[in-house]
């Protein structure tokens, strides 16, 4: 250890590094702030909670190791950019690699400090609100945003080592963090865009997934649910790092303090960096040209008339981005005359680039499989099973269960075997992904099969066929309808956090107790065709619902039930709770929508109306589409009227086999205020008035006048 | 010691060093002296361990010196262009020299600072050219190391302080043997205070001995005689240079003074005087039985 870091050094770098540690530190704390000043304000009752997700933790982690890395980095640094300082530093007793190891751990060090600041002060904030938190999952975050650090701290290093010059180092360090991804990434979407076999975004990970070299991700990867539980990623990202890191130090074991204030440490370098900047303009024009010119037209591609212009523009734009880097860099218009020579390699590698992935796509074989080599398979893709995507990207339970289940049933691996066999060649694979499956065929491959739309728009039933046969498997459906254990936090609408706990403790205890057929009435979501007990009248009239959310190890999910009849006591609970904060304020709402039915709008109507599960908010608008707009709506729609005017008198009732639940929206001048629904007992005389209209799910009266034709427009109301 | 051996720096085309060899023994106060781009600031960056020759090598005790911490804890440099932290003070520079070499004392430090009377609250940045080299001066002499590598060092230093950093320079030679190497283009400020000294000219040092020897060994007589005489006349005498006005003639001699004394007697002479020889005189002598032209060498300490 002593070879790599010189204590004494790293205690001098760690204290010149304390004004940017701190403020570093200060920064995350003000993000935390921020996030704390939300929770403070935020209304309970309104401002519903979701799980915390791992890309809110993870993109200010990121975007800030962005920004301070390579401030850091230049700040321990400066000194090989100045010949006094350089000097002082190569004469002082310790080795290039204790200079290299302390200075980097110094920085490291910061970086920790900072991130464990943010990260602890983000974990007790969301421990003290009692949000839904995985902690496995935040660790995870937070090793993979360590590992980005390291990485980002060795691409910067590099640059420095082999640079004199700042601007030089820090464009050096971007291409060493980029570069190899984006060529990469840029290769296999070339070479493999044309193979119906594997979607490159899952099936080459290590180039195209975000969750693979984390440093390199971009934001945006980050925030669209980067894999960030992924171990084997984190190995390669943590491998990379090191590796860059190791680079690092051999570089800067190698650079000779004379190299200060020189922006290059030899020629080979200078124009390395240099065309890569030169490239920059030509790659995403290769990417382009290739695409188009192999197949054709397509939503990816640039129509024939632009190809011209765009190529012309690409070259020119490239040449300036090249010397105008050797200009700013070197700082003399006599190197970048002497640098011009070596702008063709541009060209060369540019040329390469188009031709050299074309030809290696058109060669790469498909992988086939048969039916007896396939041990099982998975179903990864929840959207064909019109599992509904959790908020905030989280899973919702149905997906979870899904994905870890392995099928081993002969149907389906024969379907899959036939997917192989006709579907090697499909091209528009990118324009739908209607599902994937996994299959493990053992020693001969594990792979991520994504379904085409083609298998799914012409040949549905085989899809069809294939999920048939999935969920013949009563394991599945068993583990599918048991309630999740483990850490939940319950939601529901109108109810407080803790109040939703005691409903959902009630609704847990009552779910568990019925059976499977029961269950699947209450789940939301999931199967199609699974939900015919939906339909249950105590449902349609109170719309009450809970929400759950939890973990399985590093991954979240979240799942919707029911609550209706089959779990009387968990809906008394919410109903009484409900009645006795908004029962007053809905029957005012109920009053005023009726009083408006009676004599036209006040300014105390409510903006909308929602009697059970149903809305009755556009009621106005097609009310006026006819000729009732001449008529009071008391006149126009006097069913609607007789059961709202009984229901504003009725008592309120928290029995869920005989009430309705009403809520309504008031507008205000710039925001819309939510009345929280209250359970009003089924008037008795318009018992089956009501019943009927919850039954059939629309609004429906048989008085109504009939609808108005063209020429009444022209009749003018108030002309007798 | 000190053993530079056939050592070859360039920085790009041009050769700073070529093939020099030098020995700096211990204890001494070794001064390289040359012009602008002789080699001087290269020489004692590649001693100090901060640049690596493309040829050679340099050691001390034997043991190479580049990269090598053991061998680089002995040595501090000074060098012609002065570092410190920005907006720093003499307090939080002692903190890094301390922080890294090991044997750094506070003690010293603060007798250095009472020395030198300099503030070490203030702002390093607010010090003038002095006093930075002279604060650069305190930090290497607290080091306590084994040699002292000082580039220009008088450099800015009015007379007083100048003194007192020679004088500060002998104490570390006298009291505790380290050995100081002391560059500058003037030869009169090593003058007084080197104990040996080498003339560095392209990247090479043309000319080293001992600064006693050579003002012990090398002196002017001037002497007549009531006749006719010439050169001839001083056969058994080692004489550099014979000029002659009149019948007073010059002599620069190399050799024994006393010896030479009883020579120059024995032949009557009507005049006879021994005269001593500045350095540069010396220099310029010996460096003439070399075949450099002194004026050459030294541009500047002759224009």
Not at chain 1, 513 to 536: C, N, T, V
Request: hydrophobic letters at 45%; one cysteine or more.
């Amino acid at each position: 250890m002593k070879r790599l870091i010189h204590k004494g050094f790293f205690r001098e770098m760690v204290r010149q590094l304390r004004t940017k540690g701190l403020v570093s530190v200060f920064i995350l704390a003000g993000i935390n702030l921020i996030t704390f000043a939300s929770f403070v304000t935020r209304d309970p009752l309104r401002d519903s909670f979701t799980h915390v997700s791992a890309s809110e933790m993870a993109a200010p982690m990121l975007f800030f190791l962005y920004i301070m890395l390579p401030i850091m980095v230049f700040g321990a640094y400066r000194w090989m950019n100045k010949r006094a300082q350089s000097d002082f530093y190569h004469a002082i007793p310790l080795t290039r690699t204790q200079l290299y190891g302390s200075t980097s751990a110094a920085i490291l060090l910061w970086i920790v400090i900072a991130l464990v600041s943010f990260a602890g002060f983000r974990a007790i904030l969301y421990a003290a609100f009692d949000l839904p938190f995985n902690y496995l999952l935040y660790l995870c975050v937070f090793l993979n945003m360590l590992i980005a650090a390291v990485e980002i701290l060795a691409a910067f290093s590099i640059g420095s080592a082999l640079t004199g010059t700042k601007f030089v180092a820090f464009f050096s360090g971007l291409v060493v963090l980029f570069l190899p991804r984006a060529a990469l990434s840029a290769f296999w979407i070339m070479v493999e865009i044309d193979s119906a076999f594997a979607v490159p975004f899952s099936a080459l990970p290590f180039f195209m997934n975000p969750a693979f070299n984390i440093a390199a991700t971009p934001i945006h990867s980050i925030v669209y649910r980067a894999d960030f539980a992924n171990v084997p990623a984190m190995l390669y990202s943590l491998l990379y790092a090191c590796a860059l890191l190791v680079l690092g130090g051999l570089a800067f074991h190698k650079r000779r303090s004379e190299a200060a204030e020189i922006p290059y440490a030899s020629r080979l370098l200078q124009t390395t960096v240099g065309v890569c900047f030169g490239l920059l303009p030509l790659a995403g024009l290769t990417v382009l040209l290739n695409v188009r010119y192999r197949y054709g037209y397509s939503s990816y591609s640039v129509p024939y008339e632009l190809l011209t212009p765009l190529a012309v523009t690409s070259v020119l734009f490239s040449f300036a981005f090249f010397c105008l880097y050797e200009l700013i860099s070197s700082r003399k218009m006599k190197a970048v005359a002497r640098a011009m020579k070596f702008y063709p390699a541009c060209l060369v590698i540019a040329a390469f680039l188009l031709f050299v992935p074309a030809w290696i796509g058109t060669r790469r074989a498909q992988p086939k499989v048969t039916a007896g080599e396939i041990r099982s398979y998975r179903i990864n893709n929840e959207s064909t099973l019109t599992v509904p995507y959790g908020r905030n990207g989280d899973d919702s339970y149905a997906k979870l269960v899904l994905s870890q289940h392995s099928f081993t049933d002969e149907t389906g691996k024969r379907l899959i075997e036939d997917f192989s066999k006709t579907e090697s060649l499909d091209r528009d694979f990118l324009s739908l992904t209607a599902g994937s499956v996994t299959v493990n065929a053992g020693g001969l491959f594990r792979k991520v099969i994504h379904v085409p739309d083609k298998w799914y728009g012409e040949d549905v039933s085989n899809l069809w066929r294939l999920y048939e046969a999935c969920l013949s498997d009563p394991s599945l459906i068993e583990e599918l309808y048991a309630f999740p254990g483990g850490c939940v936090w319950y939601e529901c609408s109108g109810l407080l956090p803790e109040e939703a706990n005691e409903v959902g403790r009630i609704f847990a205890e009552e779910y568990n107790a019925l059976s499977l057929s029961q269950r699947k009435a209450l789940q939301k979501g999931g199967i199609p065709g699974m939900f015919k007990e939906s339909d249950r009248i105590s449902t349609r009239a109170t719309g009450l619902s809970i929400k759950l959310y939890s973990c399985k190890g590093t991954t979240n999910y979240e799942a919707t039930y029911l609550i209706n009849d089959l779990t009387p006591k968990a809906a008394e609970k919410y109903l009484s709770i409900l009645n006795a904060r908004n029962g007053e304020r809905s029957r005012k709402a109920l009053k005023a929508f009726v009083k408006w039915m009676e004599t036209g709008r006040e300014s105390d109507t409510p903006d909308a109306l929602w009697i059970g599960s149903f809305s009755i908010d556009d009621w106005t608008a097609w009310h006026y589409d006819d000729r009732e707009l001449f008529d009071t709506p008391k006149d126009a729609s006097p069913k609607l009227y007789r059961i709202l005017k009984v229901l504003s008198d009725a008592p309120l009732s928290a029995d869920v086999n005989n009430c309705i639940t009403v809520s309504a929206r008031d507008y205000h001048i710039r925001y819309y205020d939510f009345i929280f629904p209250a359970g009003f007992e089924i008037p008795k005389d318009c018992r089956e008035d009501v019943l009927r209209w919850i039954r059939e799910g629309e609004w429906w009266d048989e008085d109504r006048v009939p609808a108005a034709t063209e020429d009444d427009w022209d009749v003018d109301p108030d002309v007798p | 010691m000190i053993t530079a051996t056939n050592i070859t720096k360039r920085f790009g085309d041009s050769v700073a060093l070529d093939g020099l060899n030098c020995n700096i023994p211990e204890g001494c106060v070794y001064g390289l002296v040359g012009s602008n781009g002789a080699g001087k600031s290269t020489l004692l960056r590649l001693i100090a361990g901060i640049y690596k020759p493309e040829c050679g090598s340099i050691a001390i005790d034997g043991q190479p010196v580049y990269n090598n911490p053991e061998v680089k804890k002995r040595i501090v440099f000074v060098p012609d262009e002065l570092f410190f932290l920005p907006k720093t003070n003499l307090l939080r520079m002692e903190k890094l020299y301390a922080s890294v070499y090991e044997k750094f004392s506070h003690e010293r430090f603060m007798t250095l600072l009472s020395d030198f009377s300099l503030n070490p609250n203030a702002n390093l940045s607010t010090f003038s050219k002095g006093m930075r080299r002279q604060a650069a001066t305190i930090l290497a002499l607290s080091c306590d190391t084994d040699y002292i590598l000082f580039d220009e060092t008088f450099d800015g230093l009015d007379p007083v302080m100048r003194n007192l950093v020679k004088n500060l320079i002998y104490n570390e030679v006298m009291d505790r043997g380290a050995t100081a190497v002391i560059t500058s283009h003037s030869l009169r400020e090593l003058e007084d205070t080197c104990d040996q000294l080498a003339l560095l000219h392209k990247g090479g040092i043309i000319f080293e001995s001992d600064v006693e020897h050579l003002k012990t060994s090398l002196f002017k007589v001037q002497v007549a005689f009531s006749d006719e005489y010439d050169r001839s006349r001083f056969a058994g005498i080692e004489s550099l240079s014979f000029t002659k006005h009149g019948s007073v003639s010059s002599l620069i001699v190399r050799g024994d003074r006393d010896e030479t004394e009883a020579k120059i007697k024995a032949m009557n002479p009507v005049l006879f005087e021994v005269l001593p020889l500045s350095l540069e005189e010396v220099f310029v002598y010996e460096m003439g039985q070399l075949g450099y032209e002194f004026s050459e060498v030294l541009k500047q300490e002759v224009n």
